[in-house]
């Protein structure tokens, strides 16, 4: 996110040079600088005591093929508990454990995208307004599905594995 106007006082910002980072937007009036931005993500890996993978179908997302969970950290919360509400709130399934893998920047959106791999054991999955399908996956079909145009799921699922050793 780039910052134009000041978010609190709605004054358009001026640019004021800051220490080692140059010139940085500034409003005078509340005399706070305006970073630009990413928006905060994160990306899950589910995986279950099985070794299958939790791809969704979502039609906002891509009309033609499978993605992993994702979602946005909400201000207030840590990326851990984004994890485990993201994971809830779209599959129904409980993460047990999680590991950090690696993080992304998703340019076309500006998003900043931690990766995560989510452990669980399988539950019934829920009905989300936001997944219009959902399936446990065995890993070597995964590529099948998965997105690998502008999306992060194929990149987070490979180094998942790489990282899990499967
Ligand atoms: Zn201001």
Redesign the pocket.
């Known amino acids: 996110m780039k910052f134009k106007y000041?978010p609190?006082?709605g004054?358009r910002l001026s640019e004021k040079s800051i220490g080692d980072e140059g010139l940085v937007k500034f409003?005078l009036?509340?005399n706070r600088p305006y970073f630009d931005m990413p928006a905060s993500c994160v990306e899950v890996l589910v995986i279950n005591e099985h070794n299958q993978i939790l791809l969704l179908k979502q039609e906002y997302i891509s009309k033609t093929h499978w993605t992993i969970v994702s979602g946005y950290v909400k201000n207030g919360e840590t990326i851990e508990e984004t994890v485990m509400r993201e994971v809830l709130e779209e599959t129904g399934q409980k993460v047990e454990r999680m590991k950090y893998v690696e993080s992304y920047y998703f340019k076309p959106k500006q998003l900043i995208m931690s990766g995560f791999i989510a452990f669980v054991q399988s539950k019934p999955f829920n009905d989300s307004n936001e997944v219009d399908d959902i399936m446990w996956c065995e890993i070597d079909e995964v590529n099948k599905y998965i997105a690998r145009v502008d999306n992060m799921s194929g990149i987070h699922f490979d180094n998942s594995m790489r990282l899990l050793n499967l």
């Open positions: 000041c609190i006082c004054k409003c009036t509340c």
